[in-house]
């Protein structure tokens, strides 16, 4: 059974930093997209980044330039480094991985597995 556990989550003031973790289980991930999204309240899910088989990352507009995607295939994972945080980027954030091309890998309908997700609040 497929298992996506994130972690990392909390509260900070705006332009800190936190680093999100997921960790999965259940099958070998190394051949397939693992990505971000988010979701603030009353808004619709957002794609925020995602990195490749290749190592290949995508970003959002809104976060390139302060958040890093990067994986470790050995621990079957993917991490979101995430600094000068602002209130706007407050929201549950999700993992997703799936078989994804690289053209719609902002797509959160193209994923097959998510995690639980993990909250991340930033004051101002």
């Known amino acids: 059974q497929v298992q996506l556990v994130e972690s990392g989550g909390g509260l900070v003031q705006a332009g800190g930093s936190l680093r999100l973790s997921c960790a999965a289980s259940?099958?070998?991930?190394?051949?397939?997209?693992m990505a971000w999204f988010r979701q603030a309240p009353g808004k619709e899910r957002e794609f925020v980044a995602a990195?490749?088989?290749?190592?290949?990352?995508y970003y959002a507009d809104s976060v390139k330039g302060r958040f890093t995607i990067s994986r470790d295939n050995a621990k079957n994972a993917v991490y979101l480094q995430m600094n000068s945080l602002k209130p706007e980027d407050t929201a549950v954030f999700y993992c997703?991985?799936?078989?994804?091309?690289?053209?719609?890998?902002?797509?959160?309908?193209?994923?097959?597995?998510w995690g639980q997700g993990t909250q991340v609040t930033v004051s101002s």
């Open positions: 990195i490749d088989s290749s190592g290949d990352t």
């Open positions: 259940g099958r070998t991930f190394s051949r397939y997209v």
């Open positions: 997703a991985v799936g078989l994804v091309y690289s053209t719609v890998a902002s797509v959160a309908n193209r994923y097959s597995y």
